[in-house]
């Protein structure tokens, strides 16, 4: 007979709030053609975007999570010490140690909650909202912040005519905390390892161990691969995610994917077969690709400009680099 205590969580868990933090500095196509032989046209018949943020040097990865957590615990009608974990989902802090999320807790006010990061990419956010939710039916945490967060502007090869137009900085935060009713469905999650040089960081940090290598590591990725996993098999994992929350998608009214390229989307919502009254997030056109932080960025705009509101059933799905990716269906608080 085992002696442990039973934990006493939550029956179930549920997003309370939401934040984010775009950089001030708003980057055109032009700027971006002053580097690689493209067109405006040739940008945004690609990939769909317009522009995207880049962040300043006071800018940084914390800062940024700082002012969207900050933002969420306000959102969630909550004081900062209520939080009881920070969870941060990020490739773009350059620290191997201590986690960016200690400094993150200790900046928003929450006294001594458990931080950490995470790396999985695009799919990060996904990951660290199955953590919290976790967290809080498992009786470890009563609130948990989650932040996506990236200075990606840091990782891009200005050079490189496939990436150099893709990656935006920015920062998304959810407050998660107990609900009574199923409120986040079952994550659908995995990877495919298999592809993960499909996109890397072209140099190892241990490569400046025995001299500089020519140019400071960068995110690159082999394009058509990629569009071709995200478009066939990222349905799939949308569809599963539909079916293990018990709906269809005429039952949804929101979907916010990853921000990663205009066509995936749209290729998405059409072989998902998504009603016409179900609200897309197409917040890539003005963000560009911001990884982890692209899903809570996406989401804090539909609510901000009414697009979505409380109470909606959106379903989320991430993916990238790894192969990762994570699909569950949420109710927007």
Request: glycine residues 10%; negative net charge; hydrophobic residues 45%.
């Amino acid at each position: 007979m085992s002696k442990i205590n039973p934990s006493k969580g939550a029956p179930y868990a549920r997003i309370m709030g939401v934040g984010g933090y775009r950089p001030t500095r708003v980057v055109p196509n032009e700027v971006i053609l002053q580097t690689i032989d493209s067109s405006d046209e040739w940008i945004r018949s690609r990939s769909g975007i317009a522009s995207r943020h880049w962040a300043s040097p006071e800018e940084t990865v914390a800062a940024m999570s700082i002012e969207a957590a900050g933002k969420a615990i306000a959102d969630a009608g909550l004081r900062p010490e209520q939080i009881d974990a920070v969870i941060v989902a990020t490739v773009s802090h350059f620290k191997q140690t201590p986690a960016i999320a200690t400094e993150i807790a200790d900046k928003i006010g929450a006294g001594k909650p458990a931080a950490f990061d995470i790396s999985a990419g695009c799919a990060g956010f996904g990951y660290g909202l199955t953590l919290a939710k976790s967290l809080i039916v498992e009786g470890s945490a009563g609130h948990v912040v989650v932040i996506g967060v990236e200075r990606l502007s840091d990782l891009t090869d200005l050079t490189d005519r496939a990436t150099a137009f893709l990656f935006g900085d920015g920062a998304g935060a959810v407050v998660v905390g107990p609900s009574e009713e199923p409120m986040i469905g079952p994550t659908v999650w995995g990877s495919e390892g298999d592809k993960a040089e499909t996109i890397r960081q072209t140099e190892p940090w241990t490569a400046y161990r025995n001299g500089s290598p020519e140019a400071f590591p960068a995110i690159t990725q082999e394009g058509q691969a990629v569009f071709r996993w995200a478009v066939f098999e990222m349905a799939k994992v949308a569809q599963r995610a539909l079916d293990a929350a018990g709906i269809g998608p005429a039952d949804l009214d929101v979907f916010i994917p990853h921000q990663a390229n205009m066509r995936i989307i749209d290729s998405m919502v059409k072989t998902l077969k998504l009603p016409e009254s179900v609200t897309v997030a197409r917040d890539v056109e003005t963000t560009g690709n911001t990884s982890a932080a692209s899903i809570p960025l996406a989401m804090e705009r539909l609510l901000a400009t009414g697009k979505a509101k409380s109470g909606d059933t959106a379903l989320v799905i991430g993916f990238g680099a790894g192969l990762v990716y994570a699909a569950t269906v949420v109710t927007l608080p």
